[in-house]
């Protein structure tokens, strides 16, 4: 009896105590979350309800030489969303809120949805922070996302300063484009200061100056629900804009410069013909002027070009295949037109590298200023005859009337000598490198523009070189040749004998042929060094930085690259024969200047080089350099157009061209191509 009385009793105090132990612990928690982690948890509620928001800077804007405007900016009203609230790491919604969310942005924007999610998860965007996915929205959508923010999570509505080309695609190879910052980029300690989504210049001037016309962004405090919906805005600070480069361009000059060049290569399509009686292809080209006195870049074009306004909120599909042609897919092709030639090209010069050479052979002592060279038809070394371009024997000449008749055997001559002079010594002592890196080839020249290209002078040296990195190819191709074909006749030398530098090879660099590669902006500035009496000068396009008030931050100077270290005689006489070139009645280029309605010489005479370049099996590509008034330099003028066939022909009508809108030469007309057969250089 006593035992079973006593189990209600016991069952009880196990109740009582079991209550208490559940009470004690839900208070222990209670008072852990409200005492002890109290401070945490009100600082996550800070955080969901206070979110900061960069607002971007206007770039500084890029002005010619009299202050016009070549880029500036706009305000443009933008719908961005947060990629992160919207869509996970597969590019899908978040959740069913998020789906409804970029439903109703299709239907507000006239966009498809995989649009939308395309531009959210574009990999020119950074996934942190909100990403662009229209621009140049109407006031109603503005309004629409504004006022409706319990609709809109995530998406905000704002004015971002966008990049405007007021004069469409002139100077676009120069000023160059932006996109948004990569991740790869966000990691490199050279853009620790940078956030992802922001702009960074890629190309032209965008990118050299791109620490200079970076703005600061602002910054703006938002007060927003879990949703992000903002409620308010708790602080603000302003943007501050970037710096503004004054450049030496001439905004005139720019868009006749490219306009001329355009027309002159159309035009040569269908006045000129091919020996096979074909029109002449003249698929692309560039233009270069120059200061004389400081090198300084006035005008420069590269046709085909494009519009970097095209890359304001993304490429589309169409114009990224005409910048990026799949010609395997059928494309048409487009022939480059984001490469700048001017700088990215590199041909063989031709003819207009006379002038290198002449000074070479002076330096070595072969010939004087005056020391006549006989000029035949043709020239043979080693069983190989290599043909002047006029097959009638001329005389005798010194190197001024060499470079009137732009005469190729007389070089070949004096690059023969010279050749047979170094093959009897122990350690070669190779003049033409030697004056050609002087004169500013073989190297960049530092303009401020990226991706330069130095061209390539050859040497001894460099052949043997390159013949022990291909040696090997070159045995194991001619195995694999057909026997007794001229490919594997070829190949089998180039395996046995590639590294040897022949009086063929030396020949060849003479009259700019062979290996030998050039920029037409190091035609350009060698010729303003010739113009100036001796002073090569690094070319710049930048002026000034300048504040967007118009406070000077800092001159831009360019440097003294080198002098051509030519005596008074020798200089007299390189410029004597390019002045004879078109001034003269037999110079290669006074046809150019004389043809239709006359330029007037008489009063701004010209002095150049025409050059005609073979790069077989493609029609030969044209030349033509020139500085004017001759007698006491102003500009310099270099056209490379190229299969444009003779210099004479088709890059010289261009250049009389640009010089006749550089002395305002209002009466004149377009020069006249040289029609029917090309008869080159």
């Not at 003819?351 to 002592?365: D, H, P």
């Not at 303009?447 to 001894?460: K, M, N, Q, W, Y």
């Not at 504040?547 to 020798?570: F, H, K, N, W, Y």
Request: negative net charge; glycine residues 8%.
């Amino acid at each position: 009896m006593a035992n079973n009385d006593s189990s209600p009793a016991l069952r009880l105090t196990f109740l009582t105590v079991l209550v208490i132990a559940l009470f004690v612990a839900l208070f222990s928690r209670l008072w852990f979350l409200q005492v002890l982690a109290g401070d945490r948890f009100a600082e996550l509620a800070d955080g969901n309800r206070l979110r900061t928001v960069f607002v971007e800077a206007p770039r500084g804007r890029m002005l010619d030489r009299d202050g016009d405007e070549l880029v500036k900016n706009r305000p443009a009203l933008t719908i961005s969303a947060d990629r992160q609230l919207l869509l996970d790491g597969n590019g899908e919604p978040t959740d069913e809120t998020a789906e409804k969310v970029l439903e109703r942005l299709s239907q507000l924007l006239d966009l498809d949805r995989e649009e939308i999610v395309g531009r959210m998860t574009s990999q020119h965007y950074s996934p942190l922070g909100h990403i662009p996915i229209a621009f140049d929205v109407t006031e109603e959508v503005v309004f629409a996302v504004r006022t409706q923010q319990e609709l809109f999570p995530g998406v905000i509505a704002e004015v971002l300063p966008v990049r405007t080309y007021p004069h469409g695609q002139l100077a676009a190879h120069l000023v160059g484009y932006l996109n948004q910052i990569s991740q790869e980029e966000l990691a490199d300690p050279a853009f620790a200061d940078y956030r992802g989504g922001e702009q960074v210049g890629r190309t032209g001037l965008e990118n050299v100056y791109e620490a200079d016309l970076r703005g600061r962004s602002g910054r703006r405090t938002l007060e927003v629900t879990a949703r992000n919906t903002v409620v308010d805005v708790v602080r603000e600070t302003e943007p501050q804009p970037g710096n503004d480069l004054v450049t030496s361009l001439d905004l005139d000059l720019q868009q006749a410069v490219e306009t001329l060049l355009e027309d002159g290569i159309v035009a040569s399509r269908e006045d000129i013909h091919t020996y096979s009686g074909r029109n002449l292809p003249s698929v692309a080209g560039s233009a270069v002027v120059l200061e004389a006195q400081t090198g300084r870049v006035l005008a420069m074009a590269s046709y085909p070009t494009f519009d970097p306004s095209e890359f304001v909120g993304g490429l589309s599909t169409e114009y990224a295949r005409y910048l990026f042609p799949n010609l395997a897919e059928g494309d048409e092709d487009t022939h480059a037109p984001m490469l700048n030639r001017a700088i990215q090209g590199e041909y063989p010069p031709g003819s207009v590298f006379k002038t290198v050479t002449g000074a070479a052979y002076m330096e070595a002592g072969l010939v004087g200023p005056n020391t006549p060279v006989d000029c035949p038809g043709s020239y043979s070394v080693g069983g190989i005859t290599f043909r002047n371009w006029n097959p009638a024997a001329e005389g005798a000449m010194a190197l001024d009337r060499a470079l009137m008749r732009s005469c190729d055997t007389y070089f070949y001559e004096l690059a023969y000598r010279q050749w047979q002079r170094e093959q009897n010594q122990d350690e070669p002592d190779e003049i033409l490198p030697q004056v050609a890196e002087r004169f500013g080839f073989g190297k960049r020249l530092g303009i401020d523009l990226p991706s330069e290209l130095a061209g390539h002078i050859p040497s001894r040296e460099l052949k043997y070189n390159n013949w022990l990195e291909r040696r090997d190819l070159w045995c194991a191709q001619a195995e694999e040749a057909e026997p007794g074909s001229y490919r594997r006749a070829v190949l089998e030398d180039n395996c046995t004998s590639g590294g040897t530098w022949r009086g063929g090879d030396a020949v060849n660099t003479s009259i700019g042929q062979g290996e030998i590669l050039v920029t037409p902006l190091q035609i350009a500035a060698h010729y303003a060094a010739i113009a100036n009496g001796g002073t090569l000068y690094q070319p710049l396009l930048g002026r000034q930085v300048v504040t967007p008030t118009g406070e000077v931050v800092r001159e831009i100077e360019a440097e003294t690259i080198s002098e051509l270290d030519l005596d008074d005689a020798e200089m007299a006489a390189i410029q004597r024969g390019l002045r004879d070139v078109v001034m003269h009645e037999r110079g290669t280029a006074h046809g150019a200047f004389t043809r239709g309605t006359p330029f007037p010489l008489d009063e701004i005479p010209v002095a150049g080089k025409t050059g005609t370049a073979e790069l077989k099996p493609k029609v030969p590509y044209a030349w033509f350099a020139a500085y004017a008034p001759a007698d006491d330099p102003e500009y310099v003028v270099v056209v490379n157009v190229e299969e444009g066939g003779g210099g004479s022909q088709t890059a010289a009508p261009i250049a009389r061209n640009i010089f006749e809108h550089l002395f305002d030469i209002t009466d004149a007309e377009d020069a006249e191509f040289e029609a029917g057969d090309a008869i080159y250089d």
